[in-house]
């Protein structure tokens, strides 16, 4: 069974540019979530979807962030404009519909470092 | 302000003997925890999670304690291998069911031969 993948693993961009970020989950999982990690820093949460619908959307920062993820499989995180706070690694998470044996552990996919420059 | 905390940023110990990870939380509503391993270039991986209704949960070479009184938990590897050098998470949530996680910052451990 494959596991969560990340596209690309690592960005660099300037400052003022837009950047995209790609997740696919492991295939079945209606739960995909999306973290990020700033150097050295806790892990925070970002968005929720089940499937195509944004469950929890409390974590994004603010409206320079963009989540979809259009037909509940694969999603995208677009960042536009970058700003050089949105540095950092950018993991994706799925895991199984709710009421499932193991539906409360999360897979993670290996991240996209983005750096803002 | 940080509901949990991972107050050593690293930790060194013998191939062998007993690690010990420490966690630290402020939310009483917390009812859930998890710790993550996560290597190099790589995601978390779930490692062993605890409800609040119990204070010890084992699974091989790994337990975890929770003591709710004094809101923290700890992680035991025992004994430690090469292979358990990593960073590792602890996370928490009000529900198990409550997909949003709140993580720590990671104790990056190192086991020495």
């Known amino acids: 069974e494959a596991g969560v993948t990340q596209f690309p693993s690592h960005s660099v961009i300037e400052k003022g540019q837009t950047v995209t970020l790609r997740c696919d989950p492991i295939?079945?999982?209606?739960?995909l979530y999306w973290y990020r990690r700033v150097m050295g820093k806790e892990i925070k949460f970002l968005l929720h979807?089940?499937?195509?619908?944004?469950?929890?959307e409390s974590g994004m920062p603010n409206n320079r962030f963009l989540a979809e993820r259009t037909g509940g499989t694969y999603s995208t995180l677009k960042v536009q404009p970058a700003e050089l706070e949105d540095s950092g690694v950018y993991f994706c998470?799925?895991?199984?519909?709710?009421?499932?044996?193991?539906?409360?552990?999360?897979?993670f996919g290996p991240g996209t470092r983005l750096t803002v420059t | 302000d940080q509901q949990v905390k991972q107050n050593s940023p690293s930790l060194s110990v013998q191939e062998g003997r007993i690690s010990i990870l420490n966690c630290d939380y402020t939310?009483?509503?917390?009812?859930?925890f998890l710790w993550y391993k996560k290597y190099p270039a790589e995601g978390p991986t779930f490692l062993i999670s605890?409800?609040?209704i119990k204070d010890k949960n084992e699974d091989g070479r790994f337990t975890v304690f929770l003591n709710k009184s004094a809101k923290h938990l700890s992680l035991h590897i025992v004994p430690s291998q090469p292979g358990d050098s990593a960073v590792y998470f602890c996370?928490?949530?009000?529900?198990?069911?409550?997909?949003?996680?709140?993580w720590g910052a990671g104790t990056k451990l190192i086991i020495k031969p």
């Open positions: 295939s079945g999982h209606d739960n």
């Open positions: 605890i409800s609040s």
């Open positions: 998470a799925s895991s199984q519909v709710f009421g499932m044996v193991g539906s409360y552990e999360q897979y």
């Open positions: 996370a928490a949530s009000e529900h198990p069911s409550n997909y949003q996680l709140i």
């Open positions: 939310n009483s509503m917390f009812d859930y």
């Open positions: 979807f089940v499937k195509e619908s944004k469950q929890d």
